[in-house]
């Protein structure tokens, strides 16, 4: 009798959880933490006028509409209960029914006027409050992009600088009701005053009642929305990271791998597992919302059963005439109706201006940040770069990602810089571009600090390829020309596209450099990785800039490709300085100079030649390169 031996597979080992993500300092707490209640409802006044404010500057027009219309609603549910108040003596006395409608009747032709004014008031104020949602909605999100564009570029790497921009988003989204929450809370306020003042005429007790029956429910929609942005505010970092992954996961650009390398499964776990945890989150709310709830329900009712109860004990105890009690019911119902609106929609307002903070919070932190160094602008080409003992440290890391370099540029020159992942290559060109402005040393264009000159006048002087570049979803041709001024002769867009070796590519497209580079849209085409990188050097040489910083720009390119644009930035070096950024150190060779970085240091500097020879860390480099 034989045994086989069962080779079991080992059981699977659970993936771990996503991290959690938490902060500490300014911008860890919850901003409505340590505000009060009466706060928070003080707060409505100030965002209606912020709120009027965004729709002033978007269409006056609409906004004189939409006030003219309030104006407008509020006469005419005057008119309404003073007609119908009128109404009532006739239709209630004695007589025959003919004549007691013939004396009530120009009164319900006041009524039947005033009804259809109202109405017709309410559906041009929809008219006018829809021309100013999507241009308000547009304002706003361009104005949130604007300011993540003209952002300091240090400002990405401090903590929960993306997370604040996530929490900006959801004011961009909120701004979609903001105009028809202000125009629905003025609107009732208007008629609940006109209902309260004639209420107050036939009967002064009904009034406090009423705004005891509809309190309760104001207070428990605030109290509601502050528990909604406590929820939002914790799931913020989760929701935002779950966001970037599922754009990750199901791009088609990262299709292949995502599938070659089995993440399918770990992937759906992850994303599962952020939105349960922000799930749990939100059901950890519900029981508070149920209570406050049940609470401002009990209270209101209270009152609300006190408020018909002493109507009625006016009307039988003869207090009040039966056709003015009747005129009470219907300013009763009307006041109710109108301080519901006003409550529910205060409650909106007071939830919008939430994420509005949020919104204008971090406008405000950006436009703090956005460039500020001087307005000096650049005189003649740029004829010497200078960087003197520059330092420059990233937020929240402990070591200096540039250490007291010293350089010093010249047009017409070639510089290489070399050395291992980390070593900070990219940080040094970023400092010389003025992208990143050092903490200590400064950075000189001609003799002036970049500390001192509008940025914009370096920057039209650049021409960068970084490590990681750009896939806009652009026609060809607006990819080559993005940042540039652009004639409608072509002929400059084929020379940069011929340069970096595509011509070929570009050509056998449906619509040549009309073709949208975007695989996903319908229509659209893609290029490979290292077509991508032709593109992207093709986008720096057709600037004919200054400055010419190329980041690793042949990596993905063949031997073909990264010859032509060698060979062509050797022959455009005299306009220009050049800096070439390679873990390919035989490229160096076409250098005039070429820089060796450790740890944020210069640790050599020189000739290729001369480097070679020197035995150090260049030499070492370069036989590890070599040994294949």
């Known amino acids: ?65 939409l006030l003219g219309c309030q104006v407008v609603t509020g006469v005419a549910a005057a008119v309404l209960l003073t007609a119908t108040a009128r109404a009532m003596g006739p239709l209630l006395g004695a007589g025959p029914v003919a004549e007691r409608l013939h004396g009530a ?10 009804a259809a004014l109202g109405r017709g008031a309410g559906a041009v104020a929809t008219y006018a409050e829809r021309r100013i949602t999507p241009r308000l909605v547009t304002e706003t999100d361009s104005a949130l992009v604007e300011a993540v564009c003209r952002v300091e570029a240090a400002a990405y790497a401090e903590d929960g600088f993306v997370d604040r921009q996530e929490a900006a988003e959801m004011g961009v989204i909120r701004a979609q009701f903001m105009v028809a929450d202000a125009q629905r809370f003025s609107s009732a306020l208007i008629r609940m005053v006109t209902a309260a003042g004639v209420l107050s ?31 939002h505010y914790a799931n913020i970092a989760d929701r935002n990271v779950r966001g970037m992954m599922r754009w990750w996961a199901t791009t ?23 939105s349960d945890r922000c799930d749990r989150r939100t059901l950890a709310g519900t029981p508070r919302t149920l209570r406050i709830a049940l609470l401002s329900s009990l209270a209101g009712g209270v009152f609300l ?34 301080l519901s609106g006003v409550v529910v929609s205060g409650a909106a307002v007071f939830h919008t201006s939430l ?43 402990s070591r200096p990602a540039v250490d007291g370099v010293s350089l010093t540029l010249r047009r017409g020159q070639i510089l290489a810089i070399v050395g291992a992942n980390g070593s900070g290559k990219s940080t040094l060109t970023r400092l010389l571009t003025g992208v990143y402005l050092p903490d200590r040393g400064r950075v000189t264009w001609n003799g002036t600090d970049l500390a001192d000159i509008d940025p914009g006048t370096v920057w039209a002087r650049t021409g960068l390829v970084p490590q990681i570049f750009a896939q806009w979803p652009l026609r060809v041709r607006e990819n080559v020309t993005l940042g540039q001024p652009r004639t409608h002769d072509d002929g400059p867009v084929w020379e940069a596209v011929d340069v970096a070796g595509l011509r070929e590519a570009v050509e056998e ?7 949208l580079l975007a695989r996903d849209v319908f229509g659209g085409s893609e290029f490979s990785g290292g077509q991508w ?31 032509r644009i060698f060979e062509r930035i050797k022959a455009v070096a005299a306009d220009r300085v050049t800096i070439v950024v390679t873990h390919r150190l035989e490229n160096t060779r076409l250098a005039d100079h070429v820089v060796v970085m450790e740890h944020g240091r210069v640790t050599e500097q020189g000739h290729y030649d001369d480097l070679v020879r020197a035995d150090g860390t260049f030499a070492e480099l370069l036989a590890l390169s070599q040994d294949r």
């Open 1 to 65: 009798m034989t045994s086989t031996a069962v080779h079991e597979k080992p059981e699977a080992v659970p993936p771990p959880p996503p991290a959690e993500i938490t902060y500490t300092g300014r911008y860890s707490v919850n901003p409505l933490a340590e505000v009060s209640f009466r706060r928070m409802c003080a707060q409505i006044p100030a965002v209606l006028g912020r709120i009027g404010r965004l729709a002033w500057r978007t269409d006056r027009r609409a906004v004189q509409i």
């Open 105 to 114: 009747l120009p009164a319900l032709l006041v009524m039947a006027l005033a």
């Open 201 to 231: 005429v036939l009967n002064v007790l009904m009034l406090p009642l009423l705004l005891l029956a509809v309190l309760p429910a104001g207070a428990g929609a605030v109290l509601t929305a502050r528990v909604d942005y406590e929820i």
């Open 252 to 274: 088609s650009k990262y299709a292949d791998e995502v599938r070659a390398n089995s993440m399918t499964d770990y992937l759906v776990f992850w994303y599962r597992s952020l």
């Open 305 to 338: 059963v006190a408020a018909w109860g002493a109507l009625g004990w006016l009307a039988v105890t003869g207090r009040v005439d039966l056709a003015v009690a009747a005129t009470a019911v219907i300013a009763v119902q009307t006041t109710l109706a109108a």
């Open 355 to 397: 994420y509005l903070s949020d919104m204008q919070a971090f406008l405000d932190d950006a436009v703090a940040r956005a460039p500020r160094r001087g307005r000096a602008a650049l005189t003649g080409p740029a004829e010497e770069i200078r960087v003197e003992e520059v330092v420059y440290r990233y937020p929240g890391r």
């Open 509 to 515: 497209l449906p619509a040549g450099l009309d073709t």
């Open 533 to 563: 990188q032709r593109v992207a050097c093709a986008r720096a040489l057709y600037r004919r800039s200054e400055l010419l910083i190329l980041d690793e720009p042949t990596s993905q390119m063949d031997p073909r490709g990264e010859h």
